[in-house]
Structures are given as structure tokens and as C-alpha cells.
């Protein structure tokens, strides 16, 4: 019974360590975000969220909301120029995509464009996904073709 509750404590302190790594990328991806502007010689807004943007082209039509369904184009890639994503023509519903990108999506009206850069918590965070490690910072290129 001991060696089982040691178990127990031990399993337990590992996850409660791996739960601190998870807390922050913030300074380190604000860092990272001014050096890639400053590096491109950018300059972007941002929201009180924390995503930065750029809209290139308002465009005329409507912006969607959190529940639309849109289709569009997008590109996604890290600081380095990685693409890790990328679509010419994409249908989805806003809400069901990470934060960020829901969020970028939402500054757009049909047939504007923009770039986005989203510190992690608005993207993968500390799990990641394929190309994108926990903690990265991650671009998006989107043209709104449509809100259906």
C-alpha cells in the first residue's frame, strides 16, 4: 500500500511540475514578437487579448461573428518562415479553431485580408501541434472569401 501511494505522490508531483511549465510563454513570446517586428521592420496593432494584427485590405462585406461559418484562404507559419498550414479556399466554423485565429478572423469583413501574429496562448499553448512546439508564437495570413 505504501509503494502505491508513494506512486500516487510521485505521479502527482510530476504532473504538478509539467502544470508550472504550462503557466506562462508570455514574456518569452512578447520578446519574441517585438524582435520579429523590429527585426521585419513591422508595425502592428494589438488587442487587449494580445494578438497582434494587420489589416491589409478592409474589404466590403460583413465581419462574422464567434457561431459564423466562413470560408477563406489562409497561411500559417512560424517567426522562422516555417509554413506549417496553408489553404487557398477553407470552410469552417470561427468558434471551432483556436483562439486567436477566431479572434483574427473576427476583425474582417468579406473580401479583407490581413496578417496576425498569435502569442500561444491564443494558438497551441504549451501542447503544440505537428510543426508547432509548446510555446510557440504563430503567424496567419487570411483572406475572407465568405461568411455563410
Known sequence: MKKILLLFVFALSLSSCSDDEITDYTEQNE???QNYLNDNNLSF?????GLYYKIT?????IS??????????YKGYLLDGT???ES?????NVGGVVPGFGEAVRLLR?????TFILPSRLGYGSSGSG???PGDVIIFDINLISVN
Not at 487557398?88 to 469552417?92: D, I, K, L, V
Open 31 to 33: 520578446t519574441d514578437i
Open 45 to 49: 496593432n494589438k488587442t487587449s487579448t
Open 57 to 61: 485590405s478592409s474589404g466590403s462585406g
Open 64 to 73: 462574422p461573428t464567434f457561431n459564423s461559418n466562413v470560408t477563406l484562404g
Open 83 to 85: 509554413t506549417f498550414d
Open 88 to 92: 487557398s479556399e477553407a470552410t469552417f
Open 110 to 114: 468579406t473580401g479583407g485580408s490581413g
Open 131 to 133: 510543426q508547432i512546439k
